[in-house]
């Protein structure tokens, strides 16, 4: 480990890449971890180097097709529970938009059936790529009652489905084409079609999330509610644009580093 610190890794880093590469120090597996080390240094994100990485009680294999799931998200998973505990919904239809890994709403799956509540849910995402990984998530954590939509947004999910989902979660695109310039190289790994939206209304980032909030009331039922992730820049708009399109109740929180994230709208 000292020696690939003197490298240039962070503690940290060379730490998880010696427990994933080196298991119960086999030596014979020297050479991976070397390799797996030269990634890292050339700016590959750790968490594709180990091919997977925890998300609240998951073990979420993620790969380059995927966006790493972020610890921001992990919250909007408790808004979730908690709006889906406030309705008192005992078999929930969840919707989630953009599922990338599945890290959304597979967690809420695997949360729920350990409360004893059985839900149901339809993973969407226009990259067959993201959903063949979301795939194998909900295979690797034996969650059943999940079926994997390739639409953009509402386009190809089922009409049976208009009035009675009780939940639609999504962490959709969000980072402006501008912006996008401005941040971290590493970032550049990761599908840009999982990052950046365009523009909407005159604000950056905003055009995916602008279509789910308008388009959300007449799939959900009368108590229904959506749960987006958004960017620093969307509170005021996203706020507007809920109230615009029907719902009732509308919130918008801070995530733990203090920045405006997460919309919760409610129906009723
Ligand atoms: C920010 S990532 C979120 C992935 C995952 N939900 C998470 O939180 O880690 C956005 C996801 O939305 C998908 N996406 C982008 N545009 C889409 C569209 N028009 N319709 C459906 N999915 C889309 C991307 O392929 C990507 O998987």
């Given at each position: 480990?000292?020696?690939?610190i003197g490298?240039?890794?962070e503690r940290h880093?060379?730490?998880?890449?010696?427990?994933?590469?080196?298991?119960?120090?086999d030596?014979?597996?020297v050479?991976?971890?070397?390799?797996a080390?030269?990634?890292?240094l050339?700016?590959e994100p750790?968490q594709?180097i180990?091919?997977?990485?925890?998300f609240?009680?998951?073990?979420?294999?993620?790969?380059?097709?995927?966006?790493?799931?972020?610890?921001?998200?992990e919250?909007?998973?408790d808004y979730a529970l908690?709006?889906?505990?406030?309705?008192?919904a005992?078999?929930?239809v969840i919707?989630d938009?953009?599922?990338?890994s599945?890290?959304?709403g597979?967690?809420?799956?695997?949360?729920l059936?350990e409360r004893?509540i059985?839900?149901?849910l339809?993973?969407?995402?226009?990259?067959?790529?993201a959903?063949?990984?979301a795939?194998?998530?909900?295979?690797?954590?034996?969650?059943?009652?999940v079926?994997?939509?390739?639409?953009?947004?509402?386009?190809?999910v089922?009409?049976?489905?208009?009035?009675?989902?009780?939940?639609?979660?999504?962490?959709p695109?969000?980072?402006?084409?501008?912006?996008?310039?401005?941040?971290?190289?590493v970032?550049?790994?990761e599908?840009?079609?999982?990052?950046v939206?365009?523009?909407?209304?005159?604000?950056?980032?905003?055009s995916?999330?602008?279509?789910?909030?308008?388009?959300?009331?007449?799939?959900l039922?009368s108590?229904?509610?959506?749960?987006?992730?958004h960017?620093?820049?969307?509170?005021?708009?996203?706020?507007q644009?809920?109230?615009?399109?029907?719902?009732s109740?509308v919130?918008?929180?801070?995530d733990?580093?203090g920045?405006?994230?997460i919309?919760?709208?409610?129906?009723?």
């Amino acid at each position: 480990m000292t020696e690939l610190i003197g490298l240039g890794l962070e503690r940290h880093e060379a730490r998880w890449l010696v427990e994933e590469f080196v298991p119960g120090a086999d030596l014979d597996a020297v050479p991976a971890l070397h390799l797996a080390a030269q990634r890292r240094l050339n700016g590959e994100p750790l968490q594709y180097i180990i091919g997977h990485w925890p998300f609240r009680s998951l073990d979420l294999d993620v790969d380059t097709r995927v966006l790493i799931p972020r610890p921001e998200t992990e919250e909007l998973v408790d808004y979730a529970l908690q709006e889906l505990a406030r309705v008192g919904a005992v078999a929930p239809v969840i919707l989630d938009l953009g599922c990338g890994s599945g890290a959304i709403g597979l967690s809420l799956v695997f949360e729920l059936r350990e409360r004893g509540i059985a839900a149901t849910l339809v993973c969407v995402d226009k990259s067959l790529d993201a959903l063949s990984v979301a795939k194998r998530n909900a295979i690797k954590h034996q969650l059943h009652a999940v079926s994997f939509v390739e639409s953009s947004w509402f386009n190809n999910v089922d009409h049976s489905l208009r009035g009675h989902i009780d939940l639609i979660v999504s962490n959709p695109p969000y980072v402006g084409e501008v912006e996008f310039e401005t941040l971290d190289a590493v970032l550049r790994h990761e599908p840009l079609g999982a990052l950046v939206a365009p523009s909407a209304q005159g604000v950056e980032g905003f055009s995916d999330l602008e279509e789910i909030i308008a388009e959300a009331p007449e799939w959900l039922t009368s108590t229904g509610v959506l749960i987006c992730e958004h960017g620093n820049m969307h509170r005021e708009v996203a706020l507007q644009n809920a109230y615009d399109a029907g719902f009732s109740d509308v919130f918008d929180y801070d995530d733990l580093a203090g920045h405006p994230r997460i919309l919760v709208a409610r129906r009723s």
